[in-house]
């Protein structure tokens, strides 16, 4: 039994959805999940579909090769097709904070992620001993003003030997440089201590309480060359009031950041994120 | 221009979506909304899909006959097919409680409600200027031990009289009768002040002081002769403290109350409830 | 018996919580609640205590003589008291959204909130029917850019003749001058339809959907002459996403406008507010 | 300069705050935190304070003694004195479930808990590489019915001899004896996996999913000897809808069991807990 995830953005017009159900039927498939989109402002309709392929000879390579010279043609879709054999690869960028790193590799170790986590990266070496108690392979690559460019190389070095498909900074603290952007693009994913667009940068719990706002909040979303104005994947927010000091908010913001990221990192491994427009879909 | 809301239910098996969407291409339909889910324990499959036809002789009843005869037979499924041009028309039975009385007809007075209301049907004479504020017709039925049964005749007459499709229950405080459930069965929208299942029955408010909970709710469902038992449509929480009075909980809930209800009532309105199994299915 | 609210706040220092306790029942006075605060970065003390005294011969007036010769002086404290006698009168400012004006008089006509509505001002006539059915006075104070000053003496003209205590902006959709914030200085709380500081000044909504965020929010404020940049009072927010049309997010954003409003005021009339620093301290 | 904090609860009367607030700066003391609560139905003031004393010849046992001969007396009040000097010993009961385990130590690790570990005691061994990489001793007690009687002597032995303070019930998945309960009342705090008093007992998941609620929850309470009975310290909420399958409501609840059951651990060990009548006053 083969399961393949079909995702699909187009112009809009009529009969995508019969033309592509019936494809998929003609192709020998039974659709197990539909669900659809339409962008009625940009006029782009959206597809998300898994099929399931009980025949002999069915391979994802053939399908692709199909439905590319007919109805992505036909349709000038954009379109990506992802088999459920393969589990995507991640690689963690961390630095001096456990707290994602330890509700992500929590949830690695008992099997709610379905990743793999080929080794981890970090600027420093404090987190080191708890990559090591979870046997995940530690790569500390420093970072400073003079040494940047040499140890984004030594990243891309690491992450295409491991093949990896996307990037996780789990409180990674440093900003990305294009270079790594384009080569991931809308494959890194960043966890933002504030319920973006409010409190963009550096310290938005201190930010937060000066303005003394009556919520905090979390936000996952992509990195793009703009600073946290990538598109949202997800936001959580919690109450605060007076009497919580800023150490309060860090700590009230550590319990969502860690939920809101690995939220993000579950949508996006099931393969239901779609990003166009900087904003995205998310078919849940 | 007819667009129309097709919902289905039946036993799962290959190609149900293909088929479907297959038909409704056949008929000359454009598909603008699908939605599908499979509930994988009791092997049903659900759909609701939306559909646009711009040909000159459709009808909705030449479709409904065409459909009837060949996939509805075919796959033995369950079904209702909606035409956009009918609004629904809904019965307010209401009491002395008059939160989600105001909330209700202030969202229909500004168009937020896709429906009409000929009546309000009532036990009391209380909430009769808002009603008439409204300009929409009051009807005072007393309903006393004795006369419960008169009453509930005069409610049907009324009922009929004007064909009402379906009946809030905007906190009437009264246990409606197996007679008036099995006409309009899964067509009657209660609100319940608690998050069910806890806290059935009379005076949840005092229940959850007595247990001291830290969150209170709100719960829409469709009346069943078991008391508050019914299929949920919403839910929503509010969290309390030790603070809160009996009184503080009962405020805070009238605002839980008029959300979570208007919320339920647009979801039916809009088509977007599916019933099996005492559960419901939310294509939102 | 009398009942008095007394709000303090003073540079922090030993022993001011057992000086005012002393003090009050010196007076006679029985603490029936008490709730502080110390800004430790600020180092400002804060204090909200609520006394009941059976005495005969007591007054507000001769308490607050005493209070203002002894304590208030000793502790340089900024200090307000309220006698539970005096119900606060609120002018409500609204335009041509009925949603709040709909809440509102529905919580007031219910006995819900503790104030009086002497009278509504409005620039647009739309909403007076609403007006009307609820039996409250409405002023149609037209605004244009040559008729602002004009229009604004006359609004204030009424504030004073009625003894207005505190203006809400239920939806006002005006900018209000500096002549009337600087008379009623954090007693003009205005909602504003995003989770600030995210979304400031117009529309909002449009721009939260331009964003893609994941949650919209709405938050109420006391107004000061930066726009939408006053002490925040009150926030909530909804989970929204892709499928939400702009019309979608207003619509929601209404369910949260209202109750945040009501909530705000509520704080307010309840005397539960303190302002500094552009922030509030909530003794809820 | 040595902190104590102070917590009340006796029949409500007069000029109870007065007093207590006179008594302590008569001992020297600086009050740095008071708030107090009245359950106006049961009669029963409750009081929080925290005070802080420089004079050199302070101890808490001599203030003790004092508050206990005078106050204590006179309004014949249950309290309790805490020293900030004295860290709370938790000891952790877990099974073979492992996020609130890897949650509370991960918090612990980076000093977020105010508390010490000196042990962990399992009915099982999965868990033991998980404590041994945190470095806590594990100590594996098997629990079958014979042996129930005998396992609990052990635990009681290990937990007399390292003189815990409190016990943790991290999905522990036993039922605790009445022994052990008295002998530690409203020190066990046990996380249940529903939005209590809903789902009481075993897989609440299971009836959640069957009920077809809408929202799923954690509750964090006092273990008492009525199963899922106990005074309810914090609870919180999830949204879910059809689409979520048991399995689903399972991972989902997880990450609120985690955030629920730390969040209780923190305010018991802030001592911002009281307990009476079945329910707690959370001086937060």
């Known amino acids: ?3 393949i995830t079909l995702l699909i953005h187009c112009k809009d017009r009529s009969n995508i959805i019969a033309s592509v159900t019936n494809f998929i039927a003609k192709e020998g498939g039974n659709i197990v999940y539909i669900d659809q989109h339409v962008d009625r402002e ?6 998300r579909l898994e099929s399931e392929f009980t025949i002999g000879n069915f391979t994802t390579d053939s399908f692709k090769e199909s439905f590319k010279n007919t109805l992505a043609d036909e349709f000038e879709m954009k379109w990506r097709i992802y ?3 393969n589990k995507p690869k991640m690689a963690l960028f961390i630095s001096k904070y456990d707290h994602c790193l330890y509700d ?3 949830r690695y170790n008992s099997g709610e992620l379905n990743l793999e986590i080929p080794f981890i990266i970090s600027n420093h070496l404090d987190l080191k001993p708890i990559a090591d108690s979870f046997k995940i392979p530690f790569h500390h690559i420093p970072v400073t003003k003079d040494t940047k460019n040499e140890a984004e190389n030594k990243q891309l070095e690491l992450l295409e030997q491991y093949n990896i498909d996307f990037i996780v900074l789990a409180r990674y603290m440093q900003i990305v440089s294009g270079k790594l952007i384009n080569k991931y693009p809308n494959k890194i994913i960043n966890i933002h201590h504030s319920f973006l667009p409010a409190f963009v940068g550096a310290k938005p719990y201190h930010s937060a309480y000066k303005r003394g706002v009556k ?4 936000t996952s979303h992509y990195v793009t060359e703009e600073l946290d104005a990538g598109p949202i994947i997800e936001q959580d927010v919690a109450h605060v009031s007076h009497t919580h000091s800023i150490k309060d908010l860090i700590a009230k913001g550590r319990d969502l950041e860690k939920i809101v990221l690995a939220n993000a990192v579950k949508l996006h491994t ?3 994120v ?11």
């Open 1 to 3: 039994m083969n399961k």
């Open 274 to 284: 779609m990003v166009y427009n900087n904003k995205t879909v998310i078919f849940s």
């Open 104 to 106: 992500l590799l929590g």
């Open 83 to 85: 088999s459920s054999e």
């Open 270 to 272: 099931d393969r239901k």
């Open 215 to 218: 919520i905090i909040g979390a």
């Open 42 to 47: 940009q006029n782009i309709f959206f597809m």
